[in-house]
């Protein structure tokens, strides 16, 4: 071991001297280097010296001659030359002869001294490749033996495999990682293709199903549930008899369970009223407690309005006051002027005159024929401006009609017997003598009555003007409005309905409009005549825009040709 050791240090120290001889001695590290390299199966020493070696090579830990560029030219020609020896027949692969007897003896000396010491001795000269060509022979090759010496040493080289590198490491990672993707991609669309194909065969195997949640799908899994318990009676043991329920629980057991329930239910009927009795004692012993507490107290103080007054009781002025009676004015295009009755308070707005009445009655003043000879019905009237101008300009017959409230309806009356202009009125005819009646009407429910004050001609055919005057502020009762106009409009060409309106909420206007898209859903003819704008707004300390607040619009809702060409046959 020792002496393995001793030869070690000594191969560095002569690759080491190679190393600072670089300036003649390069190549022969080149070819120590391909030496050890072609010997590293056989020797494990020598694979770890090399494996050395090439670390230092690769830290830039040798000898500047080492990296000369020139360097593996030199020593692929020199390893040629060693392989192939130059026959003494060429001249040109000899070497020159030496200069002087003297000369030629001393390296006959030394090769006699070379083949005594033999390949096993220690001396610095055996390691190695033999010295270089004298100056001058270098090159002496010819380009095709240098070839061919190249590819002698290509056929030299040692079979077997290789250490791989780094960048084969790499390519076989990224091939195995592709072929695995590959495959995953491939189960994967496989998997898909064959549920696929399940499916399919379970759509034809299996009979349609109904939509999950529809009243098809229960009868479906009450059918299922009736043919499973069919199959469970039919799998029953042959000689089954059905057992009634006073054997299966023992005879009389059924009807003493029904006995005991029964008991049951009475003693909880009994705790209710008992409860309920305690309840009644506890309120009636409260209440006597508060009388005794409401009883009038001597007070020194005469001027104390609370004398006498009741504990429980809300004084007068708790609430605030209704408020009375207003009435407002209506100057036609003649100067006369009517004078109308409101409400103090109603939750039906009909404590208002709305922009819209005043606009309606404009518009039938502007063009009498629109009423004259012609049978008119107002829903949501409040006072009933544009009826009471109807039946002046000569309506044939005028309805007059608001939410059933007592006081609202009077004040309708009232405004009806005090206009003037009504003909009949000023003779102090009687209410049943007049064109124009006083009814009360709920949105959408059965006009019967309201018809009744037609003709009888008349009465199945309805009205040839419906006015509907600031009534879409009420959103949610549209259906309804659409209903009694539906139930209430005559079916020909000429009859029509009237809204008038205005966004009183600007932010709203669009649920307004949404009316006559739900009319012309229902069948009808829209249609846009009138456009107005007031002076001011009504409600002059509303928010939004004051221009959209101080419009009103007016628009006519029509039966189509083929419902009044059908009306007709």
């Known amino acids: 071991m020792k002496e393995s050791r001793g030869e070690k240090g000594k191969d560095r120290v002569r690759l080491a001297r190679i190393g600072k001889g670089a300036s003649h001695h390069s190549f022969t590290g080149i070819i120590t280097g391909i030496i050890i390299r072609r010997t590293i199966g056989h020797t494990t020493e020598l694979r770890g010296r090399w494996k050395s070696f090439m670390g230092k090579w690769n830290r830039g830990e040798l000898a500047e001659g080492w990296y000369d560029p020139d360097i593996f030219q030199r020593a692929v020609v020199d390893y040629a030359a060693e392989c192939n020896p130059p026959s003494p027949a060429l001249p040109s692969r000899s070497r020159s002869p030496p200069l002087n007897p003297t000369a030629a003896n001393d390296h006959d000396d030394h090769s006699r001294h070379q083949g005594a010491i033999g390949p096993d001795s220690d001396e610095d000269d055996t390691y190695g490749p033999p010295p270089p060509p004298p100056p ?26 290789s250490i791989p590198t780094q960048t084969d490491l790499s390519l076989r990672d990224e091939t195995l990682a592709a072929e695995r993707e590959s495959a995953l991609e491939a189960h994967r669309l496989a998997r898909r293709v064959h549920r696929r194909e399940e499916k399919a065969l ?96 001597a007070l020194t103080d005469a001027d104390d309005d609370t004398i006498g007054m009741d ?32 409400v103090g308070q109603s939750p039906t707005e009909a404590h208002h005159l709305w922009n819209g009445s005043r606009i309606v009655a404009a518009h039938f003043e502007a063009d009498p024929s629109r009423v004259r000879d012609r049978t008119v019905l107002e829903l949501g009237a409040g006072a009933g401006l544009p009826s009471l101008v109807a039946a002046a300009l000569g309506a044939r017959r005028v309805v007059v009609t608001d939410f059933p409230d007592a006081e609202v309806l009077q004040t309708l009356w009232r405004n009806v017997r005090e206009c003037e202009l009504i003909p009949g009125v000023r003779e102090g005819k009687k209410e049943e003598e007049l064109s124009i009646v006083v009814e ?32 879409l502020f009420r959103h949610s009762e549209h259906g309804n409005m659409l209903r009694t106009v539906k139930q209430t409009l005559k079916k020909t060409r000429e009859s029509k309905a009237l809204v008038v309106f205005t966004s009183y909420r600007p932010w709203l206007r669009h649920k307004d409009l949404a009316f006559f898209d739900l009319a012309r859903e229902q069948g009808f003819v829209v249609e846009k005549v009138l456009e107005k704008k007031m002076e001011r707004p009504l409600f002059e300390n509303d928010p939004g825009d004051q221009e959209v607040l101080k419009t009103v619009t007016g628009w006519e809702l029509r039966w189509p040709d083929e419902v009044c060409e059908g009306a007709k046959r």
């Open 311 to 342: 504990l429980f009781q809300d004084p007068e002025d708790y609430y605030p006051p209704t408020p009375p009676p207003t009435t407002q004015t209506y100057t036609t295009t003649n100067g006369d002027i009517i004078t109308l009755h409101l």
């Open 202 to 297: 379970l759509d034809e195997a299996l009979p349609p199903r109904a939509d999950p949640g529809s009243r098809e799908r229960r009868l479906e899994k009450r059918k299922e549930l009736n043919e499973k318990l069919r199959g469970f009676r039919d799998r029953s043991p042959p000689g089954a008899v059905e057992v009634g329920e006073g054997e299966l629980m023992g005879g009389s057991a059924a009807d003493e369970y029904r006995a005991e329930v029964q008991k049951r239910e009475e003693r909880r009927r009994e705790r209710v009223s008992r409860r309920e009795e305690v309840e009644r004692a506890r309120r009636a012993e409260l209440e006597e407690r508060a009388r005794s507490y409401r009883e009038p107290m």
């Open 440 to 471: 009360g009407l709920v949105w959408g429910a059965d006009p019967t009555k309201v018809l009744g004050h037609l003709g009888e001609e008349e009465r199945s055919q309805g009205f040839d003007v419906l006015i509907l005057a600031d009534l």
């Open 136 to 161: 001058g022979h270098e090159h002496s090759f010819t380009h095709r033996n240098l070839q061919s010496s190249l590819s002698a040493s290509l056929k030299a080289k040692t079979p077997g495999p």
